[in-house]
């Protein structure tokens, strides 16, 4: 995508999150179509920069668990289509569990 492109055009306002260190923002190709795009900035150094990390770590490393979490992800789709709060809040439970299952112990 070119720098200033659609992502980034006046009809893609930034959606600010209300957890410190966070963004996301949702974007489409028209002002009125449906959003084609759903992106979470993290600031290195949050907290949750290691744990999205670790996440995608395990699906790179673990084929079952990817196979897991896409499943899943198209069941929640299905149940929880038109409302992304419940959805995003129905995979935390597999997200956390392989989270502390691969994290390393302090």
């Given at each position: 995508m070119e720098r200033g492109g659609p992502m980034l055009g006046p009809n893609r306002p930034r959606c600010p999150d209300p957890r410190p260190g966070r963004s996301r923002c949702g974007a489409n190709r028209k002002p009125s179509a449906a959003r084609t795009h759903h992106l979470h900035l993290i600031e290195p150094g949050h907290p949750q920069f290691t744990t999205?990390?670790?996440?995608?770590?395990?699906?790179?490393?673990?084929?079952?668990?990817?196979?897991?979490?896409?499943?899943?992800?198209?069941?929640?789709?299905?149940?929880?289509?038109?409302?992304?709060?419940?959805?995003?809040?129905?995979?935390?439970?597999?997200?956390?569990?392989?989270?502390e299952r691969v994290r390393p112990s302090a």
């Open positions: 999205r990390l670790a996440f995608r770590d395990a699906l790179r490393a673990e084929p079952e668990t990817a196979a897991a979490y896409a499943a899943l992800k198209v069941e929640l789709a299905a149940r929880h289509r038109g409302d992304r709060e419940a959805y995003t809040e129905a995979k935390a439970a597999l997200i956390e569990a392989v989270v």
